[in-house]
């Protein structure tokens, strides 16, 4: 299947890297191939490069005096080095934690492992039927041993924005609570209050950014449990030889996107708009589970009548790729637990659709999908 056949809306799960930012990669990579540890010429200009795009991140988010940026793979081991760091480095406050309950697995699977294998307790705050989370559900959780609350900015899956200015209030109460965000779907996309937040975490992969690339922006004043022990890079948090090209390249697709956050939402809320009138006019095959003031670009729904593997199937064959749930877990879950979370039924939560969009998408590619959804769900057989 050639590109221009393809009608690519699964970008939640990941992009197409910007052609600006191979050529940057590959261009750091011919003449910036020093480590940046080392001592000699080549290594110091490296090691500057990288500096300057710590820097440049630090000022894209307006963050350059209150935090600072540890470079990771990406959004699964800045979050885990979040939960973990902090749980190790303040077990002496309490061994209390606090997360949504529809949170990225990497987050609930690295709160089940200090839960499990370390003796933390960990309270899973439940969404409303809309998805979101409830700032006075958090605060209603909080106790005298808890240290961290990590909730996520946007829903990977149903696209829900929770209130993460209102909870940052609300922990701000409590100075030794300290509050995580997993900013992986909002970055480039939304505006977040980031200053009030102490770590927040995302992937380049997600923003048209390279595989492997990440980033934990974390608040000076906060230490953490270091998960690598080795030569001391990244502020003695990740110890290991920098990836120079990758994290370059972070900066810049990471200040390119921040900047152009208010003229891609012009161009995909009219997208969202036609695709989720048709879903809202044609209830009798679907029901939406992704609302008004949702992040635009994530649309998720359910099939009544008809197997979503089947119609995700379906949908491929003709070019059109969109997923049955978060790629993360797609393989291994029987249904969505985040739709599930909403108090929709078990048959909804085993057929949904996602469709995510980029600033690439059109408004013709929903159309072909609006047209082969027609055509699919009249062709394939009832559950």
Same mark, same amino acid.
């Given at each position: 299947?050639?590109?221009?056949?393809?009608?690519?809306?699964?970008?939640?799960?990941?992009?197409?890297?910007?052609?600006?930012?191979?050529?940057?990669?590959?261009?750091?990579?011919?003449?910036?191939?020093?480590?940046?540890?080392?001592?000699?010429?080549?290594?110091?200009?490296?090691?500057?490069?990288?500096?300057?795009?710590?820097?440049?991140?630090?000022?894209?988010?307006?963050?350059?005096?209150?935090?600072?940026?540890?470079?990771?793979?990406?959004?699964?081991?800045?979050?885990?080095?979040?939960?973990?760091?902090?749980?190790?480095?303040?077990?002496?406050?309490?061994?209390?934690?606090?997360?949504?309950?529809?949170?990225?697995?990497?987050?609930?699977?690295?709160?089940?492992?200090?839960?499990?294998?370390?003796?933390?307790?960990?309270?899973?705050?439940?969404?409303?039927?809309?998805?979101?989370?409830?700032?006075?559900?958090?605060?209603?959780?909080?106790?005298?041993?808890?240290?961290?609350?990590?909730?996520?900015?946007? #829903?990977?899956?149903?696209?829900?924005?929770?209130? &993460?200015?209102?909870? +940052?209030?609300?922990? @701000? *109460?409590?100075?030794? /609570?300290?509050?995580?965000?997993?900013?992986?779907?909002?970055?480039?996309?939304?505006?977040?209050?980031?200053?009030?937040?102490?770590?927040?975490?995302?992937?380049?992969?997600?923003?048209?950014?390279?595989?492997?690339?990440?980033?934990?922006?974390?608040?000076?004043?906060?230490?953490?449990?270091?998960?690598?022990?080795?030569?001391?890079?990244?502020?003695?948090?990740?110890?290991?030889?920098?990836?120079?090209?990758?994290?370059?390249?972070?900066?810049?697709?990471?200040?390119?996107?921040?900047?152009?956050?208010?003229?891609?939402?012009?161009?995909?809320?009219?997208?969202?708009?036609?695709?989720?009138?048709?879903?809202?006019?044609?209830?009798?095959?679907?029901?939406? #589970?992704?609302?008004?003031?949702?992040?635009?670009? &994530?649309?998720?729904? +359910?099939?009544?009548? @008809? *197997?979503?593997?089947? /119609?995700?199937?379906?949908?491929?064959?003709?070019?059109?790729?969109?997923?049955?749930?978060?790629?993360?877990?797609?393989?291994?879950?029987?249904?969505?637990?985040?739709?599930?979370?909403?108090?929709?039924?078990?048959?909804?939560?085993?057929?949904?659709?996602?469709?995510?969009?980029?600033?690439?998408?059109?408004?013709?590619?929903?159309?072909?999908?609006?047209?082969?959804?027609?055509?699919?769900?009249?062709?394939?057989?009832?559950?």
């Amino acid at each position: 299947m050639s590109k221009t056949d393809l009608v690519y809306l699964d970008n939640a799960a990941t992009t197409e890297v910007d052609e600006d930012i191979l050529n940057k990669f590959n261009e750091i990579n011919k003449s910036y191939f020093g480590n940046t540890s080392s001592i000699h010429a080549l290594g110091q200009s490296s090691f500057a490069l990288l500096e300057k795009a710590r820097r440049q991140i630090l000022e894209t988010f307006k963050l350059s005096d209150s935090h600072e940026v540890i470079f990771t793979s990406g959004a699964t081991e800045g979050n885990n080095m979040s939960i973990k760091g902090v749980a190790f480095k303040y077990a002496n406050r309490g061994k209390h934690i606090i997360v949504g309950i529809n949170e990225h697995p990497s987050v609930l699977e690295a709160c089940h492992q200090l839960e499990m294998e370390f003796g933390y307790e960990i309270t899973y705050i439940s969404t409303d039927q809309y998805g979101y989370i409830h700032s006075e559900d958090v605060e209603a959780a909080i106790r005298k041993d808890t240290i961290l609350v990590s909730i996520m900015a946007v #829903n990977n899956e149903s696209g829900v924005i929770n209130p &993460i200015g209102e909870i +940052s209030r609300i922990v @701000k *109460k409590y100075p030794k /609570v300290i509050f995580h965000v997993d900013a992986t779907q909002a970055i480039g996309k939304i505006e977040i209050p980031f200053k009030d937040v102490d770590l927040f975490t995302y992937s380049a992969h997600k923003i048209h950014g390279l595989h492997g690339s990440g980033a934990l922006i974390k608040r000076k004043t906060i230490t953490l449990s270091p998960l690598f022990a080795g030569g001391g890079q990244e502020y003695n948090l990740r110890s290991g030889t920098n990836d120079l090209a990758n994290d370059v390249a972070l900066a810049v697709i990471t200040k390119k996107m921040n900047n152009d956050i208010k003229a891609n939402l012009v161009k995909i809320s009219p997208i969202y708009a036609c695709l989720r009138e048709y879903i809202t006019k044609n209830e009798d095959e679907y029901e939406l #589970n992704s609302y008004d003031d949702n992040n635009p670009y &994530i649309l998720n729904f +359910s099939l009544k009548k @008809k *197997k979503a593997s089947v /119609v995700v199937e379906a949908l491929s064959n003709a070019g059109i790729m969109v997923s049955s749930t978060s790629a993360c877990h797609s393989k291994k879950e029987a249904g969505s637990y985040v739709i599930k979370a909403m108090n929709k039924s078990e048959l909804l939560s085993k057929n949904t659709i996602r469709v995510s969009f980029s600033n690439r998408n059109i408004l013709e590619d929903v159309e072909r999908l609006i047209k082969e959804l027609d055509i699919i769900v009249k062709e394939v057989k009832n559950k």
